[in-house]
């Protein structure tokens, strides 16, 4: 997949979501307010007197069960949205030889269960300390074989936590900065030197990585 394909993907993705919730909040006024959103503004506009209180991140239109089960399928739902175009990213620009199947997979589903594990931690320092025992009981030997894949790693945990907390345009906001970074990165090769070790896939046909052939010797 050429830079230019995957940029026209990304684009024409984000705005058909971005087109289908205006036209959804158009015809349904009242219908913002049961959406996992508006996360960002309670962030900055919440004073940083106790970093330990409790942040009241829902809306207060979401009052009764089928309220709060509608909130968290949507809070779940943008996380997947806003993952699954990363994974695009992710294949196109790792090399072959470097490319971990199990990385994509988890990149998709791991910002839906951080999104649940927020939900249940947001308003109890008791669950977190015991989400943090449960985690430090479990030992994970999954080593990633580039820094560049922590960056997706950490991508899909930051759009995770922006949709637990009801921020899903934030959760959308870092997907596309990671998307369209790495995909310009990838069009430009920048930083590409001789004798370097390559993390994105060759654009241009020509490897500078790659070490020198050989001369062949005429018989």
Same mark, same amino acid.
């Given at each position: 997949? $050429?830079?230019?394909?995957?940029?026209?993907?990304?684009?024409?993705?984000?705005? =058909?979501?971005?087109?289908?919730?205006?036209?959804?909040? $158009?015809?349904?006024?009242?219908?913002?307010?049961?959406?996992? %959103?508006?996360?960002?503004?309670?962030?900055?506009?919440?004073? /940083?007197?106790? *970093?330990?209180?409790?942040?009241?991140?829902?809306?207060?239109?979401?009052?009764?069960?089928?309220?709060?089960?509608?909130?968290?399928?949507?809070?779940?739902?943008? &996380?997947?949205? &806003? &993952?699954?175009?990363?994974?695009?990213?992710?294949?196109?620009?790792?090399?072959?030889?470097?490319?971990?199947?199990?990385? =994509?997979?988890?990149?998709? =589903?791991?910002?839906?269960?951080?999104?649940?594990? %927020?939900?249940?931690?947001?308003?109890?320092? /008791?669950?977190?300390?015991?989400?943090?025992?449960? &985690?430090?009981?479990? $030992?994970?030997?999954?080593?990633?074989?580039?820094?560049?894949?922590?960056?997706?790693?950490?991508?899909?945990?930051?759009?995770?936590?922006?949709?637990?907390?009801?921020? %899903?345009?934030? /959760?959308?906001?870092?997907?596309?900065?990671?998307?369209?970074?790495?995909?310009?990165?990838?069009?430009?090769?920048?930083?590409?030197?001789?004798?370097?070790?390559?993390?994105?896939?060759?654009?241009?046909? %020509?490897?500078?990585?790659?070490?020198?052939? *050989?001369?062949?010797?005429?018989?």
């Amino acid at each position: 997949m $050429r830079a230019s394909k995957l940029i026209g993907m990304l684009t024409v993705y984000y705005l =058909v979501i971005g087109v289908l919730v205006l036209a959804m909040i $158009r015809l349904w006024p009242d219908f913002q307010g049961y959406l996992p %959103v508006g996360g960002v503004e309670s962030l900055i506009n919440q004073p /940083a007197t106790n *970093p330990l209180e409790a942040r009241d991140s829902i809306q207060a239109n979401v009052g009764t069960l089928g309220d709060s089960l509608f909130w968290l399928v949507v809070a779940i739902i943008g &996380a997947f949205l &806003a &993952a699954l175009p990363v994974t695009w990213v992710y294949m196109a620009v790792r090399s072959g030889a470097e490319y971990d199947q199990s990385l =994509v997979n988890t990149i998709l =589903v791991l910002p839906m269960v951080v999104t649940g594990i %927020v939900i249940i931690v947001q308003n109890s320092l /008791a669950l977190a300390f015991a989400l943090a025992g449960i &985690a430090g009981a479990v $030992r994970f030997r999954n080593s990633l074989k580039s820094s560049g894949d922590a960056l997706f790693i950490l991508c899909a945990v930051a759009i995770g936590l922006s949709s637990g907390i009801g921020a %899903v345009e934030l /959760a959308g906001v870092v997907s596309i900065a990671l998307n369209y970074t790495f995909a310009l990165l990838w069009l430009t090769e920048y930083g590409e030197r001789k004798g370097m070790k390559r993390y994105l896939a060759d654009y241009d046909g %020509v490897d500078e990585s790659a070490p020198p052939e *050989p001369d062949k010797k005429k018989g």
